[in-house]
């Protein structure tokens, strides 16, 4: 079982940058697939970063370009970098680990960090 937990949202401007961290405990971080997904009010949750145990990643079409998902398997801490930062970005960011890409959902998450992007 792993624990997650999520820092680094807030509120920014349309334009700037924000780097969400996920810091994991209880088991071995590097076994894990890993992945960002969000949620904003009234909307469908949804994948905005994924990264495979061998460090294969994967976007959709809204964030390709501007967000970059990494991960230090020694700090046990997954990141997303996001860069021009726009208000349809607003929601609650989660931290996710899984078997794999595929099945993300279905594993442990964390207890989300709300980024706002508003002027």
């Known amino acids: 079982q792993v624990q997650l937990v999520e820092s680094g949202g807030g509120l920014v401007q349309p334009g700037e940058s924000l780097r969400l961290s996920c810091a994991a405990s209880?088991?071995?971080?590097?076994?894990?697939?890993m992945g960002w997904y969000r949620q904003a009010p009234g909307k469908q949750r949804e994948l905005v970063a994924a990264?495979?145990?061998?460090?294969?990643?994967n976007y959709p079409n809204s964030v390709r370009g501007r967000f970059t998902i990494s991960r230090d398997n020694a700090k046990n801490t997954l990141y997303l970098q996001m860069n021009s930062l726009k208000p349809e970005d607003t929601a609650v960011y989660y931290c996710?680990?899984?078997?794999?890409?595929?099945?993300?959902?279905?594993?442990?998450w964390g207890q989300g960090t709300q980024v706002t992007v508003s002027s």
């Open positions: 996710v680990a899984g078997d794999m890409i595929a099945t993300l959902t279905t594993g442990y």
């Open positions: 209880g088991s071995i971080f590097s076994i894990y697939a």
């Open positions: 990264i495979s145990i061998g460090g294969r990643t």
